[in-house]
């Protein structure tokens, strides 16, 4: 598809199971982003990829939470052992910006993966 | 209609009338903003961006406002329509930053 894409839509989780959450970004996107949005709230950042490369971690709440993107294309957010405080939506989105390359260009978003924590 | 967004996070407007969106950014080094909007179950969508060195800047139906003095960023919607019922958020970014740290987002209700 022309967007990013996310999956899966909608995820129930019982407490102490571990996730796992996808991102399609749009074809030839540099840059992946992955942010956390609780009800009633703006997205807060979790973590940014350039390429392959994940170059700011600084977002992730805890060592629960684990994100790669091992081709530079899909990645993976592993939530493990999950709270009930990690209900959330998880928004990836992409951009053709690079780091340092000057802050030009949208973030295109995907419709997120609403994560409930039983 | 007008809000600002930290004390009311919700705006009704008729349909037809201006739509005025306030946000209050935190960061005085912050250079490049935007605007997105984001519907029901939806990421969200952009809208409009500004650099800090325009203080106006406008689009299709939208202008955004940045007053660096104050650190605030207004959105206006002009001829506001049913479809732009959605939350509002902004979001700042500092050069080279990747970062976007987003606002709590005002809700518009658009009463046809």
């Known amino acids: 598809g022309a967007g990013v894409s996310q999956s899966p839509r909608y995820k129930v989780a019982k407490r102490g199971q571990d996730v796992a959450l996808r991102c399609d970004p749009i074809s030839g996107h540099v840059s992946l982003f992955w942010y956390q949005q609780a009800l009633g709230q703006g997205p807060e950042f979790l973590t940014y990829f350039q390429n392959e490369a994940q170059l700011d971690k600084s977002g992730l709440p805890s060592d629960r939470f684990f994100a790669e993107r091992p081709e530079g294309s899909v990645s993976t957010l592993k939530i493990q052992r999950t709270q009930q405080e990690d209900s959330a939506v998880y928004l990836c989105a992409s951009s053709r910006r690079l780091a340092g390359g000057g802050n030009t260009g949208e973030l295109f978003f995907g419709e997120g993966s609403r994560l409930t924590v039983l | 209609g007008e809000s600002v967004g930290l004390h009311l996070p919700t705006l009704s407007v008729q349909e037809g009338d201006n739509s005025i969106i306030n946000c209050a950014y935190s960061?005085?080094?912050?250079?490049?903003f935007i605007w997105y909007k984001q519907e029901s179950g939806k990421g969200p969508q952009f809208i409009i961006d500004?650099?800090?060195?325009?203080d106006k800047r406008q689009g299709q139906r939208v202008t955004v406002l940045l007053n660096k003095t104050v650190k605030h960023l207004s959105l206006q919607i002009a001829a506001t329509q049913p479809g732009d019922s959605a939350v509002y958020f902004c979001?700042?970014?500092?050069?080279?930053?990747?970062?976007?740290?987003f606002g709590t987002g005002t809700s518009l209700t658009v009463i046809p």
């Open positions: 500004i650099r800090s060195n325009m």
């Open positions: 979001a700042e970014n500092m050069w080279p930053g990747n970062q976007f740290y």
């Open positions: 960061n005085s080094a912050s250079d490049y």
